[in-house]
């Protein structure tokens, strides 16, 4: 659909990953996503409704999208709750950005409490995005690893076509 200012992108259909070693099967859809300022300013993907990946265990997990809002700009924040095979909510949750680093935690407060903290809050990084290619912005914001997937080495030199040369670090 088109907004005017913006985009917003509704995906069909059911997204599968089967693990062959375990046999576990994990199925999500995309949540709509919209890409702001088509226009003017600086384009970005701001995903806005949440998603719910279900294991073929029973296991599931719900993932939040913060909704940035018509005038407070990007948002790039998510939580993750996940729900074990009986149904019982874990008591773990991941907070972070899907752009920057994603935390464990077991702090289900929105931050915004004036409540005395909890004593014992365990918070740990599990995920940090890895350093980007020099001059990224021009080369579609590839993180380092992303564009060494295009390295071709001497084992597959003459076996595969040339990179993309502007994604060549």
């Given amino acids: 659909k088109f907004w005017a200012k913006s985009v917003e992108i509704i995906n069909k259909g059911e997204i599968k990953l089967t693990f062959k070693n375990s046999g576990l099967v994990y199925s999500w859809t995309q949540p709509t996503t919209m890409i702001r300022n088509i226009i003017a300013g600086e384009r970005y993907v701001e995903p806005v409704e949440s998603t719910v990946v279900y294991c073929s265990n029973g296991e599931k997990a719900l993932i939040e999208f913060k909704a940035g809002g018509m005038f407070s700009g990007r948002s790039e924040e998510l939580t993750i709750k996940a729900w074990g095979a009986s149904g019982e909510q874990q008591p773990y949750i991941v907070k972070g ?10 702090d289900s407060s929105d931050g915004k409490s004036k409540k005395d903290k909890k004593q014992n809050i365990f918070e740990k990084e ?9 001059n990224c912005k021009k080369k579609f914001g590839f993180p380092l690893f992303a ?13 595969l076509p040339p990179p993309d040369p502007c994604l060549i670090p």
Avoid: H, M, Y
Wanted: glycine share 6%.
């Fill in 126 to 134: 599990v995920w940090k995005v890895g350093p980007t290619v020099n």
């Fill in 97 to 106: 950005t899907w752009t920057n680093s994603l935390i464990l935690t077991n």
């Fill in 147 to 159: 564009a060494q997937l295009n390295e071709i080495t001497p084992i597959e030199s003459g076996f």
